[in-house]
């Protein structure tokens, strides 16, 4: 029988990792003062992005008194990443494509992966053949969800001092985890699949397809009425389930950190820690399934409002 | 009892209010998505019992319908949050 020795490597690393996790409630906690901190405005600051005092604002245009200025917030900075991020990933993906001859890297293959799956198995059966020209606008609704999600699970890590001085506004979060994002892009979806619906069906057509052929009379009214206010609901259920999703998360994990602060105790430390662990781990897979998930609907509602039954 | 202590009492009324709509609209709707997700589950596993080489489908399809109620319960989360924090 073989005796196996304990690895020792192994065992030095888990000795590490929690030296470090005890080490943590020693580092001196810079908080706000027992009567001045108020757990449900450090939690707002946290999640909503600063647009009240920005770190710049740039006036863009002026009519008579509409003012039109850009404010550069922390979700800008972080969205701006993310959106080269999407755009370095499919550069780099259409340029490891056009030569299918050399030898692929890891992280071709990892986009390829990718773009082969949700093409075979999500993409081709909803959309369809005419639906080819959306693959790209999904794939692209996927992998900016993934990015802004997993970027939201880095801490806030930097902070910058608004304009006009005040209190320095860490950079971090979802951009995900704004309503206005998830608005955008569940807007894109309705207009695509409204519009893309009406140029495959008629103008006319489309509103008289959504009720199916076959509906006796007295249906007819009540369908349509019920297939109008889906549309809608469709796609605020699309807005509201990503937002709700990255915000429930960042919730968790904020209010359990901030526990430390509201108790004014270092002992509830490693014990949040280890809590913000497992919660942390949890998150990073709702992050990819939310982003799976927003463009897997995103292409069947362009594809059923393509497809003629 | 002076105007200023009654408009108090009515804020502390308020919060009161909000505390406990909040927390009972939290509960039911864990209470749903449980339910929900505990039907889907057992569908999935009985349908995994019958043909073990369906396993990557059915567990696809598991997870779509899996997140479509889970979003629905969340939505109601977020809202009673809403109500505690406003």
Redesign the interface.
Known sequence: MLIQRANVTLLKRMAFIVLLLAALPIVPVFAAEAQGFNLSTALFTELTDNVDHPYASLPLFSIGSFHLTLFITKHFILMTAVALLVLLSLFYLARKLRDPYRKPTRLQGLFEVLLDYMRREVYEPVLGEEGRKYHLLCFTFFLFILYSNLLGLIPPFAPVPPKGGGEAVWLGGAVTGNLATTAGLGLITFMVFNIQGMFSKGVIGYWRDLVPHGTPGWMAPVTFLLEIVGIFSKTLALIMRLFANMIGGHVAILVILLLVLKFQSLAIGPVAVLVDLAISALEIFVAVLQAYIFSFLSALFIGLAMKKH | MDSQSLVALAQGITKLGAYIGACIGAGLAVLGVGMGLGRIGASALEGIARQPEALSKIQ?NM??AA??V???G??A??IC?LA??M
Do not use: A, S
């Open positions: 696809t997870l779509l997140v479509l889970e979003g629905v969340i939505i989360l977020v949050i505690i924090v």
